[in-house]
Every structure is written in structure tokens, then in C-alpha cells.
């Protein structure tokens, strides 16, 4: 099972907004809708937060959210901190025999 | 406040066994309804699940790995363990262990809580 596609790298400045895309395939993005999206940040345990495509859990501040379109899940993150500078991966349900898969990771810069 | 921490050899030969630990404090985890899973992350690559095991005992495994992991638990220790056998440098990784509850995502496949990760390096 290939893992979910992401780009590796985004940027922007302090204040903006950035998305980040998760494209799979119909037996898993496109055909579930058990998205979530992790922020880790090197040396520290990775950090749910999006669940369900678009659903934060408690604490997650509300700039962040999900969508879903098709094979493509996104994750925006609106006024940007530095801070948010971190790796991020989405993950989906892929069914009962592969379960789920992860994508590559976007490296999120914050200039 | 539920803590997950990784431990193990940093150092296995290939073709042995690569084992490791993840012990849980601050709760017990034969309770509730919890899925305990192990993920992995290679050198520059991206995350890969592994595999889970549920509160009740029950496994399941990335069918890629299937053939050379078994995790296990031992609820008098809070505990559960890895197994990776015949291993190569490809399974040269940092390994994360992580939690799942349902009950509080209404999902099996939601990763609540991790531990900081352990590498992992197969080279003779």
C-alpha cells in the first residue's frame, strides 16, 4: 500500500495561511472519511490535530482545520506562528485488510 | 496524565530480532477500551503503521509486516512489546508507540497519545 501523497515542504510568512494536501486513492481518502492530521515536531511525541477530516480535538487552537474533497484531504492553518513550524502527516482508514496508511510528511517552514 | 515511553536495544544485527517496550504510566492499560499501537518512522521517510493490540488481546498488523511482527502485553507490567524478526537495515527506523481510544473519537484509527520514540538501527 503506497502511502498517502504530500508535499514535502511548505512555507509562509507569520500571519498567513497555509494548506497542506493528502491525496490517496478511492480505497482510502476517497472512500472514508476518517482523516486525521498530526503536527510533530522533532524529538517530541507527534500530536493529534484533526480527526474525522474536519474535527480538533480539545486544546487545538481553531486555526487549524481539515476539509475533504474527493481523494484529497486538506489541512489549512490560518494566521500563522512560529511555532507551527513542524512536520506534518495525515493518516487514513484504508479498509479491514490494509487498515490505514499514512502520508510522507510536509515540512511546514514559517519564515 | 497518561504518559507512553519506548524502550529497547538501540543496536540489533541483522537477521536477529528487533524487541521493544512501551510502558504506560499513568493509567492502567487493561482499561477501558484502548487500541495500542506501534508506528515506525525510517530516515527521512514518512510515518508507517505497524500494527495494535487491543485492550481484550486481540491484534491487528500491517499485512506488509504481518509475516515478522507480533505485539503483545503484559498488563502486570503496563506494558506491551514489539517483535520485529529476520530484521534489515530497512527496518532501520525511529519507533513510536501511540494509543487509540474510541470511546473518546468514536473511531478505531484516531492516535491520541504517543511516546517521544526510540531508534532503532539494524547494522552488524
Known amino acids: 500500500q503506497s502511502a498517502l501523497t504530500q508535499p514535502r515542504s511548505v512555507s509562509g510568512s507569520p500571519g498567513q495561511s497555509v494548506t497542506i494536501s493528502c491525496t490517496g486513492t478511492s480505497s482510502d481518502v476517497g472512500g472514508y472519511n476518517y482523516v486525521s492530521w498530526y503536527q510533530h515536531h522533532p524529538g517530541k511525541a507527534p500530536k493529534l490535530m484533526i480527526y474525522?477530516?474536519?474535527k480538533r480535538p480539545s486544546g487545538v487552537p481553531d486555526r487549524f482545520s481539515g476539509s475533504k474533497s474527493g481523494k484529497t484531504a486538506s489541512l489549512t492553518i490560518s494566521g500563522l506562528q512560529a511555532e507551527d513550524e513542524a512536520d506534518y502527516y495525515c493518516f487514513s482508514y484504508a479498509g479491514s485488510y490494509i487498515f490505514g496508511v499514512f502520508g510522507g510528511g510536509t515540512k511546514l517552514t514559517v519564515l | 496524565q497518561v504518559q507512553l515511553q519506548e524502550s529497547g536495544p538501540g543496536l540489533v544485527k541483522p537477521s536477529q530480532t528487533l524487541s521493544l517496550t512501551c510502558t504506560v504510566s499513568g493509567g492502567s492499560i487493561s482499561s477501558g477500551s484502548y487500541y495500542w499501537s506501534w508506528i515506525r518512522q525510517p530516515a527521512g521517510k514518512g510515518l508507517e503503521w505497524i500494527g495494535r493490540?487491543?485492550?481484550?488481546?486481540?491484534?491487528n498488523y500491517n499485512p506488509s509486516l504481518k509475516s515478522r511482527v507480533t505485539i503483545s502485553a503484559d498488563t502486570s507490567k503496563n506494558q506491551f512489546s514489539l517483535k520485529l524478526i529476520s530484521v534489515t537495515a530497512a527496518d532501520t527506523a525511529v519507533y513510536y508507540c501511540?494509543?487509540?481510544?474510541?470511546?473518546?473519537?468514536?473511531?478505531?484509527?484516531?492516535?491520541?497519545?504517543w511516546g517521544r520514540g526510540t531508534l532503532v538501527t539494524v547494522s552488524s
Open positions: 493490540i487491543y485492550t481484550s488481546g486481540s491484534t
Open positions: 474525522d477530516v474536519t
Open positions: 501511540a494509543r487509540v481510544d474510541p470511546v473518546l473519537f468514536g473511531s478505531n484509527w484516531y492516535f491520541d497519545l
